[in-house]
Nanobody, 121 residues
Framework: QVQLVESGGGLVQTGGSLKLSCAASGRTFGSYSMGWFRQAPGKEREFVAVTSRSGTSTYHTDSVKGRFTISRDNAKNTVYLQMNSLKPEDTAVYYC??????????????WGWGTQVTVSS
């Protein structure tokens, strides 16, 4: 069992930055690939980024490439999402998830409650 708690969301202006954190409980954090997803109002949840169990491999969806960076610190049981050059269309609730490497929600077994990110124009 893994419990995930996101933090770091908030209100930021267009072009600003935020760094999301996701703290995991348990001693098996390093056994899971970790992903970030987001869900905007009225839209389906969408994949944002994934990092492998060791953190050596990452993948970002096209819409955030060059602006967002996923990383993890297995010693701290934490995964991060650094978000730069934020745009209003990045406004969403951001979720972290633990599971196997993939871009689909079904690839992940454990989910956090989410943190709100709002980008004002």
């Amino acid at each position: 069992q893994v419990q995930l708690v996101e933090s770091g969301g908030g209100l930021v202006q267009t072009g600003g930055s935020l760094k999301l954190s996701c703290a995991a409980s348990g001693r098996t954090f390093g056994s899971y690939s970790m992903g970030w997803f987001r869900q905007a109002p009225g839209k389906e949840r969408e994949f944002v980024a994934v990092t492998s169990r060791s953190g050596t491999s990452t993948y970002h969806t096209d819409s955030v490439k060059g602006r967002f960076t996923i990383s993890r610190d297995n010693a701290k049981n934490t995964v991060y999402l650094q978000m730069n050059s934020l745009k209003p269309e990045d406004t969403a609730v951001y979720y972290c998830a633990a599971g196997k490497w993939g871009t689909r929600s079904d690839d992940y077994d454990y989910w956090g409650w989410g943190t709100q990110v709002t980008v004002s124009s």
